[in-house]
């Protein structure tokens, strides 16, 4: 399986298929990941411990144990943890191309934004 560190915790990839690919996502107390957007896939989150702060879009909410979120294609999104015990999900990606490099950071806590990503100008 394929097991990625990142600096606000690790995702392992459970199963993958041609369309869809399906990751366990561990989320640091405290963390969070890059606001971000896919241009090639879409993704359902499910929360299996702890509590999510998921921003979509305009819209941000609490994802509590047992529900779940869906991320259209090209939404600006985040997953933070704003609780106190490590955060897990359960990602299911679909769509035609679903490589880690199909994520366009707009802001980052961790430096890995492009200088020329502006999200009020996606043109940039």
């Known amino acids: 399986m394929?097991?990625?560190?990142?600096?606000?915790?690790?995702y392992t990839v459970l199963d993958e298929n041609s369309g869809y690919k399906i990751k366990r996502i561990e989320v640091l107390p405290g963390q969070r990941l890059s606001?971000?957007?896919?241009?090639?896939?879409?993704?359902?989150w499910i929360v299996v411990s702890g509590t999510a702060k998921v921003t979509c879009?305009?819209?941000?909410?609490?994802?509590?144990?047992?529900?779940?979120?869906?991320?259209?294609?090209g939404a600006s999104h985040r997953l933070e943890n704003p609780g106190v015990i490590p955060l897990i999900i359960?990602?299911?990606?679909?769509?035609?191309?679903?490589?880690e490099d199909d994520i366009v950071?707009?802001?980052?806590?961790?430096?890995?934004?492009?200088?020329?990503?502006?999200p009020s100008n996606p043109a940039l």
Do not use: A, C, M
């Open 2 to 10: 394929e097991r990625g560190e990142r600096p606000w915790g690790t």
């Open 35 to 44: 606001l971000q957007k896919h241009h090639h896939r879409s993704e359902h």
């Open 57 to 73: 879009g305009d819209s941000v909410r609490i994802v509590n144990i047992n529900e779940s979120t869906f991320i259209p294609i």
């Open 90 to 99: 359960i990602e299911v990606q679909s769509g035609e191309y679903l490589g």
């Open 105 to 118: 950071r707009f802001q980052d806590d961790y430096q890995r934004v492009e200088e020329s990503v502006d």
